[in-house]
């Protein structure tokens, strides 16, 4: 990342940091931290279960419910379902990990639909078109500075905007919506699905996420490790992410859905898509997940506050380039192992992690992320993949019985 993107990422995160610095002390926050803990390690380590809950839950509401294994079954699955539509190839789009891990955008884009991104910041990424890695989780834009967006903007809308935010703000949310005056489509992440209830549960502050919601057809797409038990659990991991990654108590929003939109307003006779959608869909995508969960299961324990890269001085210093796709700091270049290879996780950057531990002290979860680096670290080095100057030095222990070359 360039040093000015940096400066102004590093601007940005110790806004977070010093804004939720009380919050963090407070009581009631050190017990939704057991809590959420808690609910995060049994969600885990009974996935099997709640996948099984799931299918029959969310089918008993309404919600068609798919199971991907890997990110090839993910993508026919929404070829079936897109490829069979007889509307405009156009696409509202919310944030989400998994659609990126999947290679949504790419490979739609390639068949002829228009994705627009809502969210802010992602929709300033995905104007940029190159270079557009997030940054942080819930502030994707925050390495770019007002002038920097000004000018992705005008460039790519051919617009002639000032770099006052309020300014930008509107000319984005005009072309949003512009764009998406015919859109039917709409697809998000999740935040959390709950298992018994048959509910996706989605927290926003834009609004953005309620637009692409409400399109005739919504398709939800989550790991398997977004699972909880209840609604409930949900709701407390939501108020701890935002907690954490923001500073605030809640979001503005708390959408929670649980069927298709309908009504029996008229005789007690049930009609779909009364205002919302006629079609949600859920694909629950493994990709490497399980096989995660049997080697480094606390990784998966992440609820997504993105605090782990808010102190990680490696982050710090080069960025985004810390980090697997959207998966960024230390978890997402062990994770990269898991959902790719261990060559991939040596180029997200393996070996430049100090293991100072910073990113586990400010884990809600207390997720051990040097110990998955280094775990990782000893399968990358047995597939020979490993720094230059590190086997030089294993060479010369070897022959010389010193790592200095004698
Ligand atoms: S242990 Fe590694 S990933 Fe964690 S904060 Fe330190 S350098 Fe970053």
Redesign the pocket.
């Known amino acids: 990342m360039e040093s000015l993107n940096l400066e102004s990422m590093k601007n940005s995160f110790k806004t977070v940091v010093d804004k939720r610095e009380k919050i963090l002390k407070e009581p009631k926050t050190l017990e939704l931290e057991k809590k959420v803990q808690k609910i995060r390690k049994k969600s885990i380590k009974y996935n099997d279960k709640l996948i099984e809950m799931a299918k029959e839950s969310f089918t008993r509401n309404g919600i068609d419910f798919f199971y991907a294994d890997d990110d090839d079954k993910a993508i026919d699955i929404l070829d079936e379902i897109l490829s069979n539509l007889d509307w405009d190839k156009l696409i509202a789009k919310s944030k989400s990990n998994t659609l990126r891990e999947i290679g949504f955008n790419e490979y739609f884009t390639k068949k002829g639909f228009d994705i627009v991104d809502t969210d802010l910041g992602d929709r300033i990424l995905q104007l940029k078109e190159v270079d557009n890695l997030p940054s942080h989780p819930t502030g994707p834009a925050c390495h770019l500075n007002r002038y920097d967006i000004a000018d992705i903007v005008n460039n790519s809308l051919n617009t002639n905007i000032s770099a006052e935010p309020s300014e930008i703000m509107e000319c984005v949310k005009e072309d949003v919506f512009n764009r998406l005056s015919n859109a039917k489509i709409g697809v998000s992440g999740a935040n959390s699905i709950a298992a018994e209830d048959g509910s996706i549960i989605l927290i926003h502050n834009e609004g953005n996420i309620s637009l692409v919601s409400m399109m005739n057809l919504h398709i939800v797409v989550a790991g398997i490790d977004k699972l909880v038990e209840t609604i409930e659990d949900g709701l407390a991991i939501s108020k701890l992410e935002t907690i954490y990654a923001t500073g605030s108590l809640l979001t503005s929003y708390i959408n929670i859905i649980s069927g298709p939109s309908k009504t029996a307003d008229i005789e007690k006779k049930l009609l779909k898509n009364m205002y919302g959608p006629e079609r949600v869909v859920l694909i629950l995508v493994d990709n490497g997940r399980k096989k995660i969960m049997e080697s480094i299961p606390s990784s998966l324990e992440c609820i997504g506050c993105g605090s782990?890269i808010l102190?990680?001085?490696?982050?710090g210093s080069i960025g985004n380039e810390f980090g697997y796709k959207n998966y960024l700091?230390?978890r997402g270049v062990a994770m990269a192992n898991y959902i790719e290879n261990s060559k991939i996780s040596f180029d997200c950057g393996l070996f430049k992690?100090?293991?100072?531990?910073?990113?586990?002290v400010s884990c809600p979860l207390d997720i051990p992320?040097?110990d998955l680096?280094e775990k990782t670290r000893k399968t990358a080095q047995k597939e020979n993949h490993s720094p230059k100057n590190q086997k030089k030095i294993l060479e010369n222990i070897k022959n010389n019985g010193s790592p200095y070359n004698l």
């Open positions: 782990c102190t990680c001085p490696v982050y700091g230390g992690c100090t293991l100072c531990k910073q990113c586990t992320t040097f680096i």
